[in-house]
């Protein structure tokens, strides 16, 4: 039987936009806007005015000109592109005074009417977060207005299209500004929950951290206690200085830190001398000698590591020495460890009872229970677990915690 318990993570905040989600918004609505204005405009003069095509190859030409200005936008050349394809549609605009193509018929007052008051506003949505844009709506809509008039006066419906192009032109403005204040206010959303979220977090971190700290100071006095209660008989007092040294450097980082995350990320080298040299084991072997548990040791873990990381790990392997003793029926077993550049690793052996997985509703065996409680101390660091067991074939325990 395996079975594999990851620890539990913090769920993940869905991505949120950038500082200029509302720029990106303003982007994409003017580029489709424009586009499809520019292209109507464009089909509408071909197609009713094929007879003479020839005299509004510039217009179309222009037209062209600011389909490709409306497909180029993007964020970062956003400005530049508006007044090249503003200027393109002036240009286009006056190809209307050409010769030979005078608007005189209902499809070009009708595509001028779209070109003026439809395509070229669009193109200041991608600008509406800018604070001077009534002021350069209200500069570059005289000349549009100036050249639609020109070109329209001969039909006696130049100020039908004038008041077409201030419908149209507000329209497209109030369309920009709307645009914007509502991403910028779901940004503010956005980064309000991000910080309760952070908040929530934090909160719930600070509170494992004490849960964990009082933890590992009860682990700590019970092996001390335990050991004055057997008088130090049958321990080396090489093991009696380590577990000593090891419990006054975990006592000094809960007096100086409150609890052991304050040192979550500091290197070992900037601990302090006495939790950077003690032996982290020392109070495991202490242990086993006293309860009279053989265990054999292989392998070593080295190199740097978090204080919380090497800490779960050495729990955890204590935790399944224990498990072993209490519900294997053996007392021996073999710890192997060993790490690479990103995890520490211990592997827990034993050739005792084992354990079958429980099937609900059965409820799970002590064993099983006592895995459970491993589990629960990787948790806060990050860590997991396999199991492999079975009945009459013993029980071998993989532990992995990030460094």
């Known amino acids: 039987m395996a079975t594999h318990l990851p620890a539990s993570e913090a769920p993940s905040v869905p991505g949120a936009p950038g500082s200029g ?10 580029r489709r806007f424009g586009v499809v204005a520019t292209v109507c405009a464009a089909v509408n003069l071909a197609v009713p005015e ?63 009417t779209a070109l ?9 949505v991608a600008v509406a977060e800018l604070r001077a844009l009534g002021l350069i709506v209200a500069v570059t809509v005289l000349p549009v207005s100036v050249l639609a008039w020109a070109g329209t006066v001969q039909t006696g419906r130049a100020p039908f299209v004038v008041l077409a192009i201030v ?26 929950l991000r910080e309760s979220y952070a908040a929530e977090r934090r909160s719930t971190e600070a509170e494992a951290e004490l849960r964990y700290g009082a933890r590992m100071m009860h682990d700590t006095v019970l092996a001390t206690l335990t050991l004055i209660a057997h008088s130090g008989q049958g321990v080396p007092p090489e093991t009696l200085r380590a577990q000593a ?12 830190e409150g ?48 204080p919380v990381s090497r800490a779960a790990l050495v729990g955890a392997v204590a935790d399944c020495l224990e498990a072993v003793r209490r519900h294997g029926g053996v007392r021996a077993a073999d710890v192997t460890l060993s790490g690479d550049d990103t995890r520490l690793r211990a ?17 799970p065996s002590a064993a099983e229970s006592a895995i459970d409680a491993v589990h629960r101390r990787l948790a806060a660091a990050g860590g997991s677990l396999r199991v492999f067991s079975s009945p009459g074939r013993g029980t071998t325990v993989l532990i992995e915690v990030p460094r």
């Open 245 to 256: 040294a090891n419990d006054s450097a975990l006592l000094e980082q809960l007096r100086t």
């Open 259 to 306: 609890t052991l995350g304050g040192q979550r990320d500091r290197p070992t080298d900037a601990l302090p001398h006495s939790a950077a040299t003690a032996d982290p084991w020392a109070t495991v072997r202490a242990w086993c000698q006293v309860h009279g548990m053989d265990a054999t040791w292989h392998g070593e873990e080295t190199g740097s590591a978090r």
């Open 347 to 363: 592997v827990v052996t034993d050739s005792g009872d084992g354990f079958a997985a429980a099937v609900p509703p059965a409820r």
């Open 21 to 30: 989600e509302h720029l990106r918004l303003g982007i994409i609505c003017a």
């Open 50 to 112: 094929h007879a003479r095509i020839a005299a509004f190859v510039p217009t179309l030409v222009g037209m062209l000109l600011m389909t490709i200005g409306f497909l180029a936008l993007t964020p970062r050349n956003g400005r530049l592109v508006v007044t090249l394809t503003y200027c393109a549609a002036l240009a286009t605009l006056g190809t209307f005074l050409l010769p030979g193509a005078a608007v005189n018929d209902n499809p070009t007052l009708a595509t001028i």
């Open 167 to 192: 419908g149209g032109w507000t329209a497209m403005l109030g369309a920009g500004l709307w645009l914007a204040r509502s991403a910028r206010q779901a940004e503010i959303g956005q980064a309000r």
């Open 116 to 124: 003026a008051s439809m395509a070229v506003p669009s193109l200041f």
